[in-house]
């Protein structure tokens, strides 16, 4: 069965096509655009004009790829963006109307399932008896709206919270300067931290947070993929590169350091550093630095797959549920 995951998320828009089957998984086509669909949002309230239409043209390019490859299932979702727009209904009523696909707009705790479905497909092991890296673990996604935070013990899932310290939203509510000024980076680390502060508290699991669930940090999403393929100055994007890589935090901090003193275009030679990323990178890279900090954690295990490919798995699995009953 040919599948297609989309997500629409506040930055960045994913495509993946798969043949999928109970025994195979083989990708057929693999995109992303960044169209920034959450500009402007955490000020106005509204998804701007120009950012939906930017993301409309991409999604009808991977509506045309959708239709060359004769795609059996779809499943397109919103993220952050979509939750928080006072006129997201106009964005999606416009994609069905250009291009037929019906969007739903997940919650926090649903964006967080999925992605633990994705990076667990890709990072944990399969038959061979192998420890299972996410058995007791931390797994965040650090989106441009939000960042998903899933603590595992002991193999099951222990908590899922969406908390509102996304890149794109923190990028335009504190770093307004080129190259950010110390106090814009300090009111940053302040935000960011009382936001990690409250999660701990409302999870009611400080002292899980600082051990078990921390025996393993994994992480996923642009930022986070986009700090790997920094840290080897990749040329050229290879998710063989990158699924299984280990962030140190040791690397994390240098990156955060050289980020923190350049100016965009400086950044823009940054091998690794994906063009139309160079202004939030640092954002995300400071909220993966807090947790990794108060985790104590010395490495980060990076999955290239997530959301997206949690959403095609999911796909899968309810049509094989269906299909048996």
């Not at 920094?230 to 240098?254: C, H, K, V, W």
């Not at 940054?270 to 939030?280: C, K, P, Q, T, V």
Request: charged content about 25%; aromatic content about 4%.
């Amino acid at each position: 069965m040919i599948l297609a995951g989309i997500d629409i998320g506040t930055n960045t828009i994913r495509l993946l096509v798969t043949e999928t089957s109970d025994t195979t998984h083989r990708e057929l086509y693999s995109g992303r655009t960044i169209t920034r669909l959450g500009q402007d949002l955490d000020r106005t309230g509204m998804l701007a004009p120009e950012a939906q239409e930017r993301s409309l043209k991409a999604l009808e390019e991977y509506s045309a790829v959708i239709g060359r490859l004769s795609v059996d299932r779809i499943a397109a979702v919103g993220t952050s963006a979509l939750r928080n727009a006072a006129n997201a209904e106009e964005f999606i009523a416009a994609l069905r109307k250009r291009t037929g696909i019906e969007v739903a707009v997940i919650t926090g705790d649903d964006e967080a399932k999925l992605t633990l479905l994705g990076v667990r497909r890709a990072l944990s092991p399969g038959k061979g008896g192998e420890e299972d890296p996410l058995a007791s673990a931390l797994v965040i996604d650090i989106g441009g709206g939000s960042t998903e935070l899933i603590t595992t013990v002991q193999g099951r899932v222990e908590t899922m919270t969406s908390i509102p310290l996304g890149a794109v939203y923190l990028t335009e509510r504190f770093l307004r300067n080129d190259p950010p000024l110390r106090e814009e980076m300090d009111s940053l680390r302040r935000v960011v931290s009382k936001e990690l502060d409250a999660w701990e508290r409302e999870s009611h699991r400080r002292r899980d947070v600082r051990s078990s669930s921390c025996a393993t940090v994994a992480g996923t999403a642009g930022t986070i993929t986009t700090l790997a393929a920094m840290d080897q100055a990749l040329t050229e994007y290879d998710p063989t590169r990158i699924n299984g890589f280990i962030l140190t935090r040791s690397s994390l901090d240098r990156l955060v350091n050289m980020l923190s003193v350049s100016a965009l275009d400086a950044r823009r030679t940054i091998a690794g550093l994906e063009a139309g990323r160079e202004d939030i990178i640092l954002a995300g890279a400071v909220v993966a630095q807090d947790i990794m900090g108060r985790c104590g954690a010395r490495q980060m295990l990076v999955s290239d797959w997530g959301l997206r490919e949690g959403i095609v798995f999911d796909l899968y699995e309810k049509h094989r549920s269906a299909g048996t009953k």
